[in-house]
């Protein structure tokens, strides 16, 4: 009886112990999936601006995006990433070529995009 009791009470709490446990890595998942796709909509927004619409705004916009675009990307993006910035800075403005990295990144981006992933 002893035994019975002991795995009586104990069953709950430890249901209860897993199921919080899933709940909050569920919570940080989807928050991190959520905060992957502003980064990546932003940045590629923002850039979107600065080629065809260069001012200061949108390159001081660009500079908060060019910061986390390369936690959510794959590495092998980041040398096109790099030389996109390059591209957008303001003393060596160069749209053309922007435009195209931009395309190309954008392209490779949709292929897997962010808010489509299940959880």
């Given at each position: 009886?002893?035994?019975?009791?002991?795995?009586?009470i104990s069953t709950p709490i430890i249901t209860a112990i897993i199921n919080s446990?899933?709940?909050?890595?569920m919570y940080k998942l989807r928050f991190y999936n959520e905060h992957k796709s502003e980064?990546?909509?932003?940045?590629l927004k923002t850039v979107g601006n600065c080629i065809y619409y260069s001012d200061e705004s949108n390159l001081h916009s660009l500079g908060e995006y060019f910061?986390?675009?390369?936690?959510?990307t794959p590495p092998?993006?980041?040398?096109?990433?790099?030389?996109?910035?390059?591209?957008?800075?303001?003393?060596?403005?160069d749209n053309d070529k922007a435009r195209i990295i931009f395309i190309d990144?954008?392209?490779?981006?949709s292929k897997n995009p962010p808010r489509s992933e299940k959880i």
């Open positions: 009886m002893g035994i019975s009791l002991l795995i009586a446990h899933h709940e909050i890595k980064v990546i909509e932003g940045f910061g986390e675009i390369y936690l959510y092998s993006m980041h040398d096109k990433i790099t030389e996109l910035s390059k591209c957008l800075q303001y003393a060596n403005m990144i954008s392209t490779e981006l």
